[in-house]
């Protein structure tokens, strides 16, 4: 058990609809990143917040949007959904501002989106 | 960023001792050097970092040459269970970005 967790851990929705997926840090990790994992695409980052603020950008399309509350928890908001958003959706943490040249991330367990 | 390049897939038998080469030639002076397991619709799990020379913990080492433009996890007397992705990843001090590449795939067999 890595102490980040995801919720919820399937989701099934419609094209078109919106979802909301959900991260809690380790405790004392300020920095939160979100992956994209399909079969065809592996690992892709896609945003990271520390302590609140957005702190790097990878691949993340227009359609999605996160923030990251004062509590340190996390929220990845999917909108306007497509077959190829079907993905795991994995939330790490750390301790570390930044990429991960100091430290390692602690992953959770990942929320696997169909949709259909 | 310090883009990796590692096998795609390898294989071993239990008990014998594996080596993952990755390299990375545009490596930059500030970097660390990292390496997540990941198993089939799990999240990556960390396994080791290292700056240079030889670093060991109870799971594996890593071992990357005065030039660090290449590194080598080396995991002792593997078991089924170590069967999973094993991803090299070279830090960024400044994009911030995580870069995950293919990964190699290690299958080992009874």
């Known amino acids: 058990d890595s102490g980040v967790t995801q919720t919820p851990k399937h989701l099934i929705t419609a094209t078109g609809q919106r979802v909301t997926l959900r991260c809690s840090p380790r405790s004392g990790d300020l920095s939160v990143y979100w992956y994209q994992q399909s079969l065809d695409q592996g690992l892709q980052f896609l945003i990271q917040y520390y302590n609140g603020e957005e702190r790097a950008k990878g691949n993340i399309l227009e359609r999605f949007s996160a923030q990251q509350f004062p509590d340190l928890h996390s929220e990845l908001n999917l909108s306007s959904l497509e077959l190829g958003d079907s993905a795991l959706y994995f939330c790490?943490?750390?301790?570390?501002?930044?990429?991960?040249?100091?430290?390692?991330?602690?992953f959770g367990p990942g929320t696997r989106l169909t949709v259909t | 960023l310090a883009k990796t390049t590692q096998p795609i897939s390898m294989d071993s038998y239990e008990g014998q001792e594996v080596n993952i080469t990755c390299s990375h030639n545009?490596?930059?002076?500030?970097?660390?050097i990292t390496w997540y397991q990941q198993f089939p619709s799990q999240g990556p799990r960390f396994i080791i970092q290292g700056y240079k020379t030889k670093v060991t913990n109870e799971v594996a080492s890593l071992f990357i040459p005065a030039d660090r433009k290449s590194s080598t996890l080396s995991l002792p007397r593997v078991s089924l269970s170590d069967t999973a992705v094993y991803y090299c990843l070279v830090g960024d001090t400044g994009g911030f970005k995580t870069i995950f590449g293919a990964g190699t795939r290690l299958f080992v067999k009874a």
């Open positions: 545009n490596i930059a002076t500030n970097d660390y």
């Open positions: 790490a943490s750390s301790v570390y501002p930044g990429g991960h040249s100091h430290g390692e991330q602690y």
